[in-house]
């Protein structure tokens, strides 16, 4: 079954240190890779995708993330975090012919000045 | 401006009453969906569709139901038959086929009196 996992349930990280975010998945067949933010009270918004090709895929807000087939991540990063990043992300994989997206259970990312 | 809107952004349920949460997109997709999001468990999805008059259940469908009689429109309705429905609703939509970039309305908060 396809799952996704994000083992930190909060981070904590000063304006302009880097960030990395985890994410592992869960899945038989090639992996569709999403990373959504969500501010408070919001709806989700895409930062950046993996369909294939470059492993290292970049995204909007200075984002990046890199796929590692051999461990099963696909990891979130910034070389530096804004004051304005602090929300929830999410990581999820695309699965099936319906599209059916499977979501972990977010980070939420706090930003101290 | 193209995009996914849902009303109403708040929503009182009384017991043993059915509620419908509206979602409209005119991004001219063919596919939406329906997830839930309770804290701390990420997104679920209830049901989808990927053409007008068919849709599926998800992984949570019991005391939903929905319709999909324009493709513009999509709407969830909470029964009485569910139980716990105080969450947060979002609808997204996406091209058809997969994988595709889903999009995500401002999402619905159900709380129940």
């Known amino acids: 079954a396809q799952s996704v996992t994000q083992p930190d349930i909060h981070i904590t990280v000063s304006e302009g240190a880097s960030l990395e975010l985890r994410c592992n998945y869960s899945?038989?067949?090639?992996?569709?890779l999403f990373w959504y933010v969500q501010s408070p009270g919001q709806g989700l918004q895409l930062l950046l995708k993996?369909?294939?090709?470059?492993?290292l895929v970049q995204g909007i807000k200075g984002f990046e993330a890199e796929f590692k087939r051999s461990q099963s991540s696909f990891n979130l990063r910034k070389p530096s975090v804004h004051w304005s990043d602090a929300a929830e992300y999410f990581c999820?994989?695309?699965?099936?012919?319906?599209?059916?997206?499977?979501f972990g259970t977010g980070t939420s990312l706090t930003v101290i000045p | 401006d193209g995009g996914i809107t849902q009303s109403p952004k708040y929503l009182f349920r009384k017991e043993g009453q059915n509620v419908t949460l509206s979602c409209e997109q005119n991004?001219?997709?063919?596919?939406m969906y329906w997830y839930r999001q309770d804290p701390g468990q990420g997104l679920r999805l209830i049901y989808y569709?990927?053409?007008?008059?068919?849709?599926q259940k998800g992984d949570i469908a019991e005391g939903y139901s929905v319709s999909r009689e324009k493709k513009e429109s999509f709407p969830l309705t909470v029964t009485s038959a569910q139980k716990n429905p105080t969450a947060f609703y979002l609808c997204?939509?996406?091209?058809?086929?997969?994988?595709?970039?889903?999009?995500f309305g401002p999402g619905t908060r159900l709380l129940v009196l």
């Open positions: 997204a939509s996406s091209v058809s086929g997969a994988p595709k970039t889903q999009y």
């Open positions: 899945y038989g067949a090639t992996p569709y």
């Open positions: 993996y369909f294939s090709g470059d492993t």
């Open positions: 999820a994989v695309g699965a099936g012919t319906g599209n059916q997206f499977y």
């Open positions: 991004l001219n997709h063919d596919a």
């Open positions: 569709s990927q053409i007008v008059n068919d849709f």
